[in-house]
């Protein structure tokens, strides 16, 4: 069996979470909005991570602290970088979702 440690989970998360964001957000909705999203989501990631990793129970640690923040960065470096360019918030349902136009 394969294990992921949280470092490559939180990467792979950070690039998937903009597209989350954008599919439960409209697309006018407030950056501040999307960036709240988007560090929930992180912090969601992070917390699977824990619950499905080889200890199976969920610890707020200095180690899941870092690995939030590896996965919030890399979420807003990857939708600055890549999601942004492609449009992505204009392609995720763009007028369904949670937020209030910008």
Partial sequence: MTTLDPTTIALIAGVIIPVITATVTKARASAVFKTVVTALLSAAAVGLAAIVGP???????????????????????????????????DKMLPHSGFGLPS
């Fill in 55 to 89: 200890a199976g129970s969920a610890v707020i640690s200095q180690e899941s602290l870092a690995v939030f923040g590896k996965a919030f960065v890399v979420a807003i470096v990857s939708y600055k970088s890549l999601w942004k360019s492609v449009g992505i918030n």
